[in-house]
């Protein structure tokens, strides 16, 4: 699989207070490790295992992930925006790859 490409849509501007729903999906094999290839061997597990988001450095959100999860997980979730900033998303892989992904929010 080529390099995970992370996505993600959240609004560029939002109102002091205003609840922004933040939409990430990262297209990402999550292969399970319990799968064989033509030739019999086990493909090994390399999975996504960790989401955060970070908002202006202040966690927002979290995730533990596991096997079940399919593949090019997508992941929604909720905050409140006091002040513009910088939204951080990060996928931590098995392998110890994070693959990352930048949004700015303008908060009038």
């Known amino acids: 699989m080529a390099n995970p490409v992370p996505r993600v849509r959240v609004p560029a501007s939002a109102k002091k207070g205003e609840i922004v729903e933040v939409k990430t999906l990262i297209?990402?094999?999550?292969?399970?490790?319990?799968?064989?290839?033509?030739?019999?061997?086990?493909?090994p597990r390399k999975i996504i295992k960790r989401f955060e988001a970070r908002y202006n450095g202040k966690n927002v959100f979290e995730a533990d992930w596991n096997t079940s999860v399919s593949t090019n997980p997508y992941q929604s979730f909720f905050f409140r925006a006091q002040e513009s900033g910088t939204l951080d998303c990060a996928w931590t892989d098995d392998d110890g790859s994070v693959y990352k992904s930048t949004s700015k929010i303008n908060v009038a």
């Open 27 to 43: 297209s990402h094999d999550m292969e399970s490790g319990q799968r064989k290839d033509s030739a019999g061997a086990t493909i």
